[in-house]
């Protein structure tokens, strides 16, 4: 098969215009906004232009289908809260791509999906967590963003597009292609990753209650300040966990929210997000037990109190060994000498999806290692190089015992 640079670029561009923000490459398309639900219409009209069937099922997962069984490819078209243009969307769009060189050199059969929610507006990779059965859809209703709106409102907006649900049986695998995230490969120089692993994370929220009082009058030594709770707990946390941890091991406060937030009043609660990744399964578990530990002494020293949200998470997931090798077989001619087998500390759909069936994925550098900032961006030649790849592996597939 034959794949188009210029038509590939294209489609990447238009899709960075839903949304589009900030520096560079920036975008802002959280799941279920304006911004997400447009560009999944103009995703939609791609797929049916490409010769594949659209269907949406009710959380708002996007598959183009093709006839038969097909190997299935992408990624998510929604984005964080302040993302770059290629985080999800290079897997969606190197898979229209591959989809439609395939079915213009008369095969094989490829489908494609962009998964909803991926970057966790609700939860942690939630689309392709309902379509793999690791939630309920009637779960993810109840799932609340930091404004606390329920996904099961928040999707309403793609209720016009709901089609209905796409069985995982007519897939024979599934490929993601993704933006490496981290500074390995810009290290190196090298132009692709064949992912070993995905490591497994925890996500949770922490509320402390103290009590809301004036910023003036309130001494000291009374005060049951919620910031002043956090603070203590973040510095005693990241001394415990020191002797657990790998240098691999990360974990991250990401969202607080001081209430009423005023600069002159104490603040009476704040409810905070706790995540920690890891690629081994007895220490993400040992590491919550400091977590809730710390968070049960700090509260209680500072008078408040305690509560933690659902815990979410995902294990760890090594990838399929002959989809593995495909992948390995396309590195090999695109980027001969010049890719390597590596890890992933980023989350992806493919974690969720290989409860279903086969998974595999493969990375393109980050320039300067960064993500999930406006600043992400990737060189060309290396985006069509991934896609190349892909391509090769498809072959290559069919020709594997
Ligand atoms: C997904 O974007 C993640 O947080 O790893
Ligand atoms: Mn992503
Ligand atoms: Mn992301």
């Known amino acids: 098969m034959q794949i188009n640079p210029e038509r590939f670029l294209a489609d990447l561009h238009t899709l960075r215009s839903f949304g589009a923000a900030g520096v560079g490459k920036g975008v802002v398309r959280p799941a279920y906004s304006d911004a997400d639900v447009a560009a999944r219409q103009w995703l939609a009209q791609r797929m049916r232009d490409a010769g594949l069937q659209v269907q949406v099922d009710a959380m708002g997962n996007l598959f183009g289908l093709a006839d038969g069984r097909s190997l299935l490819m992408g990624s998510h078209s929604d984005s964080q809260p302040e993302g770059g243009w290629l985080d999800g969307a290079l897997g969606v769009i190197s898979a229209l791509e591959v989809a439609r060189a395939a079915a213009e050199a008369g ?77 390995t490969l810009d290290e190196s120089g090298e132009q692709i990753g ?13 509320t402390f209650d103290g009590q809301q009082n004036h910023a003036g009058t309130t001494p000291m030594h009374l005060r049951r300040d919620a910031f002043q709770a956090v603070s203590a707990f973040n510095a005693a946390l990241n001394n415990r966990l020191r002797n657990v941890v790998t240098p ?101 759909d493919a974690t969720n999806v290989s409860r279903l069936m086969s998974v595999a994925m493969l990375f393109v550098p980050s320039i300067g290692g960064v993500s999930h900032t406006f600043e992400e961006d990737t060189a060309e030649g290396d985006l069509v190089a991934g896609v190349r790849v892909l391509a090769h592996a498809v072959n290559h597939l069919e020709s594997m015992p």
Do not use: C, Y
């Open 194 to 206: 064949v992912v070993t692993d995905i490591v497994g994370i925890r996500d949770m929220k922490i």
């Open 107 to 183: 095969g094989p059969a490829v489908s494609v999906v962009s998964f909803q929610d991926e970057e966790g507006r609700f939860g942690v990779t939630t689309g392709s967590a309902v379509w793999s059965g690791h939630l309920t859809l009637a779960q993810a209703d109840v799932l609340t963003d930091h404004t606390g709106i329920a996904l099961g409102d928040a999707r309403q907006s793609v209720a016009v597009m709901v089609t209905g649900d796409v069985s995982p049986d007519q897939f024979t695998g599934f490929v993601e292609l993704h933006i490496e995230q981290g500074p």
């Open 248 to 348: 691999q091991t990360v974990w991250t406060i990401g969202h607080v929210s001081l209430h009423p937030n005023a600069s002159s009043i104490v603040p009476g609660r704040a409810v905070f997000s706790m995540q920690w990744r890891d690629a081994d399964t007895d220490r993400l578990a040992r590491m919550e037990q400091i977590i809730r530990d710390t968070a049960s002494e700090i509260g209680s020293d500072q008078g408040m109190t305690l509560s933690f949200g659902p815990m979410l998470g995902l294990e760890p997931v090594a990838m399929n060994e002959r989809l593995r090798t495909a992948l390995e077989a396309g590195a090999s001619v695109i980027a001969p000498e010049n890719w390597r087998t590596m890890p992933s500390g980023a989350l992806h």
